[in-house]
């Protein structure tokens, strides 16, 4: 298994290869993989790799899916606040519980025929929130985003980068404001490398000049990504997107959140219920293992932040547009959704 | 004439040795010396430098003279936006264009001292900031700053840091928030150096995380500095200061500016009369000489903003706090302090 290693982008393309699922989980864990969405089709994958491994080996239906079990619990620990992760792992958990397989090689092959199609819904999800998201405007936009949403973010197109890919595709796109992304520069090091590749028209900004290009009027809206959404609504997402949130509702700029379905978590009631991860020190002390701060300076690090829903315009989801979120709007939605997948036959991953 | 590269804190201590005033008005363009007021003193003392090498050459009266308003028109093209570069350079026009000075030996002495005078003055009135400023709390509480304010930024003390140190003799600062300020990362490398060394407590975060410490309830003032103040108490100040305002009022939290009175410009009626000076892109494409996004990558890059008056909670100044500035408050106080410098007697800078 190869994932292209996200924290030496942009200066050099680095394939690593996750020969066990330990490999993945430290992928994940130290960003090489990084991103809601590609965080969990990698989880899928890895799952996948440890059952065929097992079934390599000759190993029964119990032990390949003893040995996915604890693939998944191994990976379930990487990262805590992103929720898409553990949609996938449960989902994929009710395929290496089918009591219906009957070789560990049969079980193997179900489990990574499960983790493509997870990746290929990924692509399909992700190009109906972009073309949903370009149909809010309808001339030419000058949108900022935050953090990196793009391809290098889900399996491909992106969440929020896709509605802008989408804009630019049908010629309503004038402008990408992309900010930084301190502390792990996921905007300078990612966003404009996709964004430049593409030929899409940006500028980099630091994360502190986007109020200023609000107030000069130079913001129409904001889009981001989100790793997980509260049942009333409230997101978490990258540090850095409240405050963006908060700059939007002071100068009466729509501000919206893009993401699958699956970010939503209903056993989530609120954002407090959210679980924030804090990460080391030297990720905001150090650049490219650079120190940029006198040695045993003091840090406070979380990686997301929490933006209430009453500041949210609206979600951007593969159904399309939820307009002014709150809870009884979001289970109405999960609702249809589930009627939908029970109308369409179960047992679909 | 010797200065510490800041560019190079807190990893080294050098120090830079100007033989002309060419080196002096360098080491401003390329921030080896920054912070309004230190840029000042600089200048102040780059002038000195140059009419006393033309006195060691015997130059006249008149060739001093010369070689003095030479050096200030150089030193007045380094940076456009602080204006107490240009109040001082003003001043010591005064005391280079004194008829009653007869060798040229003897004005360069008196350039010197005027020089000498401007660093001291500039001691004592940041003294006087500190404690107006620690003035305005009657607990311990948790200030935010912005950029690096403090003795590096000034001849010693600081500004917005001369409030954090007042507050600290006197028992009243629960912690200190310092964000990183981005691109020059003022905060992390100089703010953290300085309150490191003084034993005041601080964290370090980087500049998107301070709206969600803001909505926790863990920021009790935000206090800046600024590099000028329009006569309607617009403020400019280092980019990210406007978006910290704007979170201020948002949550509730008093925002106030700590800077010399020699801040507020007469002649600019608001905030769109200051000249807002852009950098170069490598400034924000480049850490430590290291690229962190890909070549090729438009920057847009202003090094500071505009706060407009009425997100701003009081000046503090060496006179007092002047809460809720605007131009009338402003006026009265100008014409206090020049009516007072009157009644001192005239001819001191």
Chains 1, 2 share one sequence.
Not at 46 to 59: D, E, F, I, P, S
Not at 93 to 121: C, F, M, N, Y
Request: hydrophobic share 50%; proline share 5%; charged share 20%.
């Amino acid at each position: 298994m190869r994932l292209l290693d996200q924290t030496r982008l942009p200066q050099a393309q680095v394939w690593l290869t996750c020969r066990q699922v330990e490999d993945v989980a430290e992928a994940i864990r130290q960003m090489r993989v990084r991103g809601a969405p590609a965080i969990a089709v990698a989880a899928a994958f890895g799952v996948a790799l440890a059952a065929r491994q097992a079934a390599a080996k000759g190993a029964t239906v119990a032990a390949v899916r003893a040995a996915a079990a604890a693939a998944s619990q191994e990976l379930a620990q990487t990262r805590p606040t992103a929720v898409q992760l553990f949609a996938v792992l449960a989902a994929l958990r009710q395929v290496w519980e089918d009591p219906g397989v009957d070789s560990g090689q049969a079980l193997a092959e179900h489990i990574t025929r499960a983790a493509e199609r997870l990746a290929k819904t990924d692509s399909q999800v992700n190009r109906k929130i972009g073309d949903w998201g370009a149909q809010l405007f309808d001339r030419p936009v000058r949108i900022l985003t935050h953090c990196n949403t793009g391809a290098l973010a889900t399996v491909e197109y992106g969440t929020a980068l896709g509605v802008i890919r989408s804009l630019h595709r049908e010629g309503k796109l004038a402008g990408v404001w992309v900010d930084e992304t301190r502390p792990f520069l996921q905007g300078a090091r990612l966003t404009a490398f996709e964004l430049l590749q593409e030929n899409i028209p940006f500028h980099l900004i630091t994360d502190s000049t986007a109020a200023v290009l609000m107030r000069a009027g130079q913001v129409d809206a904001v889009v981001v990504g989100a790793d997980r959404i509260a049942v009333n609504g409230d997101t978490a997402n990258k540090i850095g997107t409240y405050g963006l949130a908060v700059l939007c509702r002071y100068h009466g700029i729509p501000f919206y959140v893009a993401a699958p379905m699956a970010t939503i978590d209903p056993s989530a009631a609120n954002g407090q219920a959210i679980p924030i991860e804090e990460r080391a020190a030297h990720e905001v002390t150090e650049v490219l293992g650079q120190p940029i701060a006198p040695a045993g300076t003091p840090v406070w690090h979380p990686a997301f932040d929490v933006t209430p829903a009453d500041l949210i315009t609206a979600l951007i989801t593969e159904h399309g547009v939820l307009a002014r979120p709150n809870e009884r709007r979001i289970r109405d939605w999960l609702a249809l959704q589930d009627a939908a997948a029970a109308g369409a036959g179960e047992g679909d991953v």
